[in-house]
């Protein structure tokens, strides 16, 4: 028996097949990217118009990455001469802008600005920007929960011994994510010189998602946070309070506690990333404080305090051990010094600059400069002298025409 297939069928549903193949690629596509609409903008120097549009849309396509990923702190904040950063990560733009358009141009006079629709790649966009993440810029988040009085009464009975008071309240917790220790503790490592970011006040993660991060060991969410703020170092952890004794407690013969007492403990961890990326953890630790007072909320505050002084110092330890041992050797060749006193002059200025660990003379105009954050740092501090100018720079090297 002989069963004639309609005509067309084949061919139809090869063109079906085809259709949801292209179809599915399309849709891959454009979850693989996102496309922004941003403005760049560059000072025109010398009436150079096509040296500064080239700069405005670098400056575009960096904002658009930017917003991809919703970095918190933008990298012109970090460094003032956007010219350096562009240079810095033309390479890794070039892999992550998957294609832009012009869709403004306007020449202002003093400067050039561009709109342009930007299509960035999400995955290879954290990369990016982590190249650019500071060492001595710490994201602290340490949420608290402490105890709030709804109500408290007191009252005073008469007994064959004497008058004997009688206390009571009624209480809830709350959780507070900027509080007395973390408060303090950003107070110090500031003095210290470190670029301190709190990341309570941005909305960028909640208590919870934080606690649940650390008991499971998913550190996607710290490493999150680390491309949010431009930062490499991230101290986190929780508090804790107990009451071990609250005002108006019988503690025998009669006699009531005349202030309450709270005990409170801290959970911490400080972590970095190693040069592939992989989360590290520096140091973890605990610290307990203890405060007293006529009630329990000022007791609390008290115990945060305490907990504060002690964990300080070990804070400040650790992290200053970790940027020293990162810090890396750049060879800084400054052009055309003949004499002795220039030479002094420039070793002088290396070493007043912020992080610079240690300055080594190898010959006039030679220097090899200790230095533990990213050498296009080092290269935008010495270029916002005013009296250097910044030929070209590497990981390891600078080169600069010294101009006072």
Request: proline fraction near 2%; charge should be neutral; hydrophobic fraction near 40%.
């Amino acid at each position: 028996m002989i069963v004639n297939k309609p005509k067309g069928v084949c061919g139809m549903s090869k063109k079906v097949i085809l259709t949801i193949l292209f179809l599915l690629f399309c849709s891959n596509l454009s979850l693989a990217q996102r496309c922004i609409n941003t403005d760049g903008e560059a000072v025109i120097i010398q009436n150079d118009i096509p040296s500064a549009k080239a700069e405005a849309i670098a400056r575009a396509k960096w904002s658009a990455i930017e917003q991809v990923i919703g970095v918190e702190v933008k990298a012109q904040s970090v460094v003032q001469n956007m010219a350096l950063v562009d240079d810095a990560v033309s390479k890794e733009i070039r892999g992550i802008v998957n294609s832009y358009k012009v869709l403004k141009e306007e020449n202002r006079g003093d400067t050039y600005l561009v709109r342009a629709e930007v299509c960035v790649e999400p995955s290879k966009a954290k990369d990016a920007v982590s190249s650019l993440a500071l060492n001595n810029s710490i994201a602290v988040f340490i949420p608290a929960r402490k105890p709030k009085v709804v109500s408290e009464e007191e009252e005073t009975q008469k007994t064959p011994y004497g008058k004997r008071e009688k206390h009571t309240m009624s209480m809830k917790d709350e959780y507070d994510e900027t509080n007395i220790l973390s408060e303090m503790l950003i107070g110090r490592l500031t003095d210290q010189g470190f670029k301190v970011i709190d990341v309570a006040p941005t909305d960028a993660v909640d208590a919870v998602e934080i606690e649940k991060a650390i008991k499971s060991g998913n550190y996607m969410t710290l490493r999150s946070l680390m491309y949010k703020f431009l930062s490499n170092i991230l101290l986190i952890g929780k508090l804790d309070y107990t009451i071990s004794t609250k005002k108006g407690q019988d503690i025998g013969y009669g006699i009531a506690m005349p202030f309450s007492n709270v005990t409170v403990r801290l959970t911490y961890r400080i972590v970095t990333r190693d040069s592939t990326g992989k989360m590290v953890i520096l140091t973890a630790g605990t610290a307990e404080g203890r405060g007293l007072a006529t009630n329990v909320e000022d007791a609390t505050a008290n115990g945060l305090k305490d907990a504060a002084e002690k964990l300080s110092p070990v804070v400040l330890e650790k992290i200053s051990q970790y940027i020293k041992g990162i810090s890396k050797k750049v060879h800084i060749k400054v052009k055309d010094i003949t004499d002795l006193n220039t030479n002094f002059e420039i070793k002088e200025a290396l070493q007043n600059i912020a992080w610079v660990m240690n300055v080594e003379e190898k010959g006039l105009g030679e220097f090899v400069v200790s230095y533990p954050e990213n050498t296009v740092y080092l290269a935008n501090s010495l270029q916002q002298k005013g009296y250097f100018k910044v030929v070209n720079f590497s990981q390891y090297s600078i080169s600069l025409v010294y101009q006072r």
